[in-house]
């Protein structure tokens, strides 16, 4: 087994703490928007090109604001640029913690599969060995690594999507 990268207790206060300062956050997003994919590709986008655009027609706005409709307001102008900088800000220190959770899950993911192989893998040689406690827990493991074939496969999807409903597994209990 490779080198335990992540080793963190989970206790409930950090949970509830974690829970709470996502609400907080979220709470300070009460103005965001959600869009439907529709109307996402109806909005006119902004490439890096287009930044100096922007800020160019707010510099000329404020110093010749005659050209500027009067359904357009100036103040409301910048509120978007200032907004469209700082959001930007937020997603950049989001997407960072959004990527290290994920990649940490992943670790953590990853180890814990490697135990539970490794775990699998004794028991089918404790239960090699005779011992009929290690033949029950082997036995029911094993179902998590039997392959079908595809013919067998697809009789079975068939059958279960078409006539038989899913079952909840029942199995030995561990002695």
């Not at 950090?14 to 869009?35: I, P, R, Y």
């Not at 890096?48 to 409709?69: I, M, Q, T």
Request: zero cysteines; a positive charge.
């Amino acid at each position: 087994m490779s080198k335990n990268k992540v080793s963190v207790k989970i206790t409930p206060e950090k949970v509830a703490s974690v829970n709470e300062l996502l609400d907080k956050l979220t709470g300070e997003f009460d103005f965001t928007v959600g869009l439907v994919s529709q109307d996402r590709k109806g909005l006119p986008k902004m490439g890096r090109k287009h930044l100096d655009l922007v800020d160019r027609s707010l510099k000329y706005a404020e110093n010749k604001p005659e050209y500027l409709p009067n359904y357009l307001p100036l103040e409301e102008f910048k509120k978007d640029i200032d907004l469209y900088g700082w959001l930007r800000q937020v997603q950049k220190k989001l997407g960072l913690l959004s990527n290290n959770l994920k990649t940490t899950s992943m670790v953590a993911e990853s180890e814990a599969y490697e135990t539970a192989r490794i775990y699998y893998n004794n028991a089918k040689l404790a239960a090699r060995g005779g011992d009929e406690n290690a033949e029950v827990i082997a036995n029911e493991l094993a179902v998590h690594f039997k392959k079908k074939s595809k013919k067998e496969d697809t009789t079975t999807t068939t059958t279960t999507t078409t006539s038989n409903p899913p079952q909840e597994k029942t199995g030995n209990p561990v002695k």
